[in-house]
T-cell receptor, first 114, second 113 residues
Framework: AQSVTQPDIHITVSEGASLELRCNYS??????LFWYVQSPGQGLQLLLK??????LVQGIKGFEAEFKRSQSSFNLRKPSVHWSDAAEYFC????????????FGTGTRLKVLA | EPEVTQTPSHQVTQMGQEVILRCVPI?????FYWYRQILGQKVEFLVS????????KSEIFDDQFSVERPDGSNFTLKIRSTKLEDSAMYFC???????????FGPGTRLTVT
């Protein structure tokens, strides 16, 4: 069955430190992969997406993610975290063999220490 | 930049009442979706809609739910008789065509009392 796993429920980093949020997916076909950020009570903002091509994708707000097919992973990274990055982050895969519905992970809540 | 809009932003209703959540997808998009996020949980797929019919629905989308595109611009989700467990944020999304991403609306927070 298709699924997305985000192993870390909570992550706390200091401002200025680097960040890596993990995402593993289970999907037999070529995945379309996404990272979204959600601030409390707010909607979903797309950070970046991978459809094909270069496996290192750049997104907004200084985020990047690397697609590794051999590890079924799509980890999100940022070299230097800002206090405003505190939010919940969701990884998602689009089911391209059907209706392109998204399967979301359970999310990682990021806390940033000043 | 075109965006998906949803109304209302927050709806409070009593158990057993009918609610209609409204969405205006991006105008040249052809595929439409509803997702649900119960507080503190992940976003879950409810239903997809294409060519004026449901193309896929999840097990959550039971007979109490229905969707419609009444006038070529709006896309609605109706819950016929709300339950407490329907309290959630509901997101509408649309996409243009094959191989394109979904664009999400800001969500409607539904509170059933």
């Amino acid at each position: 069955a298709q699924s997305v796993t985000q192993p870390d429920i909570h992550i706390t980093v200091s401002e200025g430190a680097s960040l890596e949020l993990r995402c593993n997916y289970s999907y037999g076909a070529t995945p379309y992969l996404f990272w979204y950020v959600q601030s409390p009570g707010q909607g979903l903002q797309l950070l970046l997406k991978y459809f094909s091509g270069d496996t290192l994708v750049q997104g907004i707000k200084g985020f990047e993610a690397e697609f590794k097919r051999s590890q079924s992973s799509f980890n999100l990274r940022k070299p230097s975290v800002h206090w405003s990055d505190a939010a919940e982050y969701f990884c998602a895969v689009a089911i391209t063999s059907g209706t392109y519905k998204y399967i979301f992970g359970t999310g990682t809540r990021l806390k940033v220490l000043a | 930049e075109p965006e998906v809009t949803q109304t209302p932003s927050h709806q409070v209703t009593q158990m057993g009442q009918e609610v209609i959540l409204r969405c205006v997808p991006i105008s040249n998009h052809l595929y439409f979706y509803w997702y649900r996020q119960i507080l503190g949980q992940k976003v879950e797929f409810l239903v997809s809609f294409y060519n004026n019919e449901i193309s896929e629905k999840s097990e959550i989308f039971d007979d109490q739910f229905s969707v419609e595109r009444p006038d070529g611009s709006n896309f609605t989700l109706k819950i016929r008789s709300t339950k407490l467990e329907d309290s959630a944020m509901y997101f509408c999304a649309s996409r243009q065509g094959m191989g394109t991403e979904q664009y999400f609306g800001p969500g409607t927070r539904l509170t059933v009392t």
